[in-house]
């Protein structure tokens, strides 16, 4: 059993404080700052969200090379290895869809 609020809500309840009462108030620099810190605060969020996806879309990733690592899955993949692995390629594309939630939300465009 986990406390209430955890820690992704009180990291959401500060990031939404700092953006509706505290940065309205400033101006210039300061401003600026605050909604950098803010933003720094929805990526950690966002992180925190989505941690569970994220590692299991690298395993399954990482889980076509051996040892296991990234550098072994670009040097393969830099070798042409995996050209034809479509179940490689929908990993990848998952890992990529949820890095891209992370850093930069919104719509993403689906090609289908």
């Given at each position: 059993m986990?406390?209430?609020?955890?820690?992704?809500?009180?990291?959401?309840?500060?990031?939404?404080?700092?953006?509706e009462e505290v940065a309205p108030a400033l101006q210039g620099q300061p401003r600026y700052v605050t909604l950098?810190?803010?933003n720094a605060m929805g990526i950690a969020l966002r992180e925190l969200e989505e941690?569970?996806?994220f590692e299991r879309a690298q395993s399954?990733?990482?889980?076509?090379?051996?040892?296991?690592?990234?550098?072994?899955?670009?040097?393969?993949?830099?070798?042409?290895?995996?050209d034809a692995d479509p179940s490689l390629h929908g990993a990848l594309k998952d890992y990529?869809?949820?890095?891209?939630?992370?850093?930069?939300?919104?719509?993403?465009?689906?090609?289908?």
């Open positions: 986990r406390d209430r609020p955890n820690g992704a809500e009180l990291l959401a309840v500060a990031r939404r404080s700092l953006l950098m810190v803010a941690a569970e996806r399954v990733a990482l889980a076509h090379v051996s040892p296991n690592n990234a550098a072994e899955l670009v040097k393969s993949l830099r070798a042409g290895q995996h990529v869809e949820i890095a891209a939630t992370i850093w930069k939300p919104g719509p993403v465009a689906k090609d289908g």
